[in-house]
């Protein structure tokens, strides 16, 4: 799977849920965002993958929730683990041809005693060109 994809889905989350009330929050996640777009999408470059690092640094805990701590957390550490992977994209885009599924719970089956998974979470259809990227292929 395509961990740069990954790391823009959980970025984009973090950034939509952001309430907009800190800088950290309301600015760092939405240019964490927008440089993984560039990643994702064909047109970042390796100047990209230091301005996430750059940014993520300014995402401090000091907020009125957790959004942006996450963000400095979760996105440096995805970059860390799977570095060719976003080495490959600056300046390569990405080759993969499928989506990743990231299941939303719906809700719990006592019964059957599962959970039951919302097959297209509404959350994601905001990322339209996520949803669309692979339509065409």
């Not at 560039?38 to 990209?48: I, P, R």
């Not at 683990?81 to 993969?96: E, I, L, M, P, S």
């Amino acid at each position: 799977r395509c961990m740069v994809e990954m790391a823009w889905i959980i970025s984009k989350f973090l950034s939509i849920a952001s309430c907009g009330q800190c800088i950290p929050c309301n600015i760092g996640t939405r240019v964490i965002t927008e440089h993984l777009d560039n990643l994702e999408f064909g047109t970042g470059s390796q100047d990209d993958l230091d301005k996430i690092i750059q940014e993520a640094a300014r995402c401090t805990n000091h907020t009125r929730c957790f959004l942006s701590n996450q963000e400095q957390i979760v996105i440096p550490n995805i970059i860390k683990t799977f570095r060719k992977d976003f080495d490959h994209h600056a300046g390569n885009g990405c080759n993969y041809s499928h989506p990743i599924v990231i299941p939303k719970i719906q809700s719990f089956d006592e019964e059957k005693r599962q959970f039951v998974l919302e097959e297209r979470p509404k959350e994601f259809l905001e990322c339209n060109r996520y949803f669309t990227r692979f339509a065409h292929r």
